[in-house]
């Protein structure tokens, strides 16, 4: 790729010559193009090798993204190339940070099969991310147009069917993971479960690396799960759950164990991002058939979505995820320990939990978004929080959330039960102030304080943790200045 | 046993003032509010009765609280939950769920274990309070 920029060449005979043509030349640079309702877009954000023309490396994304190859084949001649051709149709330099650029492309909805994200991520994130002229390339965001929204199924069950069959209103719900992560018993196990449901959590978890390993096999951990989490149903009054976790080496294997979920009367089973795309669509129908809530471990994200640079924004997983079908799916927390800017964590969860997101360039949202009655995802909360946040948790996440408190319920120290109560207590008396018309935000300490009052487990848990935050600079935070081109 | 349903159940009970703070709340948000009762608070049991039809044009919750205070009056010894109601597109559900009553004596539930093989336990949850035949629960108090 050289610096000499020409424009497309429309001449069907010259444009067809045997050898190697500019991307641009090739006619993937289409800065007159008007997207299509029924286009899928991409914004990339592209870092050029010196001296490579912007618009060029643009068009070469387009190109590697959809139909070119290296070299100029007459092949193309028996197709409606033009039509196939994904087109970069805009380029902005990115605000601040030299030697970047939004690139914005177009891709016709022929160009994907119905209702598989595999052949998706196939074309937009497969070989063009190798592609030696780009330094580096990142998905920003993507638009999905109704058309093709409608070939998926979505979410087994949504936030709103959800807390119908737990008869849970009107706050967050409350989970923890079971810890140690490696090494309990399937009995010892059970135990956690139990004391963390039976001191007011709705959900207990397995982490994402828990699956059958020589200290725990998975039946063993289903039947004493099932019993922790049926006794404390029992002892409160409440619905409860266990995400049992179903990841396995083969679809056989999970299908397996997800009907021994089943069959002992499990509400909500769990798998881990890093089982693929293909997996998770079919498990997906295996939840909806069987009235199953799918919770989802983000296991494996970060490898390529925490770095600004390359990559792809969880923003992006978060779409894919709606549209593959899954009920929870782990979203940041912002005060946690885990990476997570407040205008960023903000743009996901509206993309798990709205019916339309509009565009909205301080949150990373790029397109407007209709989301066509796919069901709602309930994103959940976890990873280093604790009960002396809760204030903070409802400000920047709201109630439709799962908070997990793992840490912070089996760490307290007067015992697991104890841990889940205070923060059982923390959330209801938060959620009842906000009601009430109260300033969570600067009151919260003082509220919580109150709360303990008639909570020894909430005091000692305030206590405990008063000073712990995780106040580090995030790595993937949104480049944006407030005066924005309108895209699309 | 002490049923912990709801959103403030690991509160203190809520008084009449807080249950009006939680109505106006609801109002504000566009929601309607309603009251229902029961003498079986099974988790499973999603159809308490009815106090009434759910209250769409009710603008101030004092009308709230007089209609928990008249189920009170009647079902002293039962639970009384008031829910809110979200019409909106995406919603179309409960939004709000808490408890204003409560029996003197809450018995709770047994949990029956039955044992099938290969060691799977199937689980099934009674109300104690449930045990007396409905055309006594149901009989109308003098």
């Not at chain 1, 790029?366 to 929080?385: E, H, N, T």
């Not at chain 2, 609280?65 to 009647?74: A, D, G, I, P, S």
């Amino acid at each position: 790729m050289n610096k000499l920029v020409t424009p497309k060449i429309t001449d069907a005979k010259k444009r067809f010559q045997s050898g190697v043509l500019q991307y641009k030349q090739m006619g993937y640079w289409a800065p007159d193009y008007e997207p299509k309702d029924s286009d899928i877009l991409a914004v990339f954000r592209i870092t050029p090798q010196d001296g490579v023309d912007p618009e060029e490396a643009a068009a070469a994304v387009a190109g590697e993204s959809s139909t070119a190859t290296w070299t100029v084949v007459w092949t193309d001649r028996l197709t409606d190339y033009s039509h196939y051709q994904a087109k970069a149709y805009r380029l902005d330099p990115v605000p601040g940070t030299p030697g970047q650029y939004f690139a914005y492309i177009a891709y016709d909805l022929d160009l994907f099969e119905e209702g598989s994200i595999a052949n998706l991520t196939a074309s937009i994130i497969g070989n063009v991310f190798g592609f030696k002229p780009l330094k580096a390339l990142r998905l920003e965001d993507m638009r999905l147009p109704i058309s093709y929204l409608k070939t998926f199924q979505g979410p087994p069950t949504g936030i709103v069917v959800e807390r119908e069959r737990l008869n849970c209103y009107g706050r967050p719900l409350l989970g923890a993971t079971m810890k140690p992560k490696l090494g309990l018993s399937g009995r010892n196990y059970g135990r956690v479960v139990y004391e963390a449901l039976m001191g007011g959590l709705d959900f207990t978890k397995d982490d994402e690396n828990i699956n059958s390993q020589p200290f725990m096999h998975w039946r063993d951990r289903y039947l004493y799960c099932m019993e922790g989490v049926n006794k404390a149903i029992a002892r409160t009054g409440e619905m409860k759950g266990h995400y049992l976790n179903v990841t396995a080496a083969t679809m056989e294997d999970m299908y397996e164990r997800a009907e021994f979920a089943k069959e002992l009367g499990s509400v909500i089973i769990m798998i881990d991002l890093v089982i693929g795309y293909t997996a998770i669509q079919s498990i997906s129908k295996w939840a909806r058939r069987n009235d199953m809530i799918l919770h989802l471990h983000r296991a494996g994200h970060s490898t390529y979505t925490r770095q600004k640079n390359h990559g792809v924004s969880f923003r992006v997983i978060a779409k894919w995820m709606r549209m593959a079908g899954v009920d929870h799916i782990h979203a940041g927390t912002v005060v946690g320990k885990l990476e997570g800017d407040p205008n960023v964590i903000r743009g996901i969860y509206d993309t798990c939990r709205e019916t339309d997101v509009p565009q909205n360039f301080q949150h990373g949202i790029f397109f407007d978004q209709p989301w066509a009655s796919l069901k709602k995802m309930m994103p959940v909360a976890s990873g280093g929080i604790h009960a002396g946040q809760m204030h903070q948790l409802i400000t920047y996440l709201g109630e439709d959330v799962v908070l997990q408190f793992g840490g912070g319920t089996i760490g307290h120290p007067m015992g697991i039960q104890a841990g889940a109560t205070a923060n059982r207590v923390a959330l209801e008396a938060i959620i009842k102030a906000r009601n009430e018309g109260k300033d969570i935000w600067r009151e919260g300490p003082q509220l919580l304080a109150n709360a303990a009052k008639t909570c020894t487990p909430l005091r000692a848990a305030l206590d405990t943790w008063k000073d712990v935050t995780f106040d580090y600079a995030s790595t993937d935070s949104v480049d944006f200045v407030p005066t924005p081109v309108p895209a699309v | 046993m002490r049923l912990t349903q709801g959103q403030f159940s690991y509160l203190p009970d809520l008084t009449d003032a807080e249950i009006k703070q939680q109505g106006a709340y609801a109002l504000e948000q566009g929601w309607s509010l309603a009251v229902e009762f029961t003498d079986d608070p099974h988790p499973r049991n999603t159809y308490w009765e009815m106090w009434g039809t759910p209250m769409f044009d009710l603008k101030d919750p004092a009308g709230l609280l007089f209609e928990v205070n008249e189920c009170r009056k009647v079902h002293p010894d039962k639970y009384i939950k008031v829910l809110a109601f979200d019409s909106k597109k995406g919603f179309e559900s409960i939004r709000m769920f808490f408890l204003v009553n409560r029996p003197a004596e809450e018995p709770g539930f047994d949990l029956v274990r039955s044992e099938g093989s290969g060691r799977a336990i199937h689980y099934t949850l009674r109300s104690y309070a449930a045990e007396h035949p409905a055309g006594e629960r149901y009989r109308q108090r003098p």
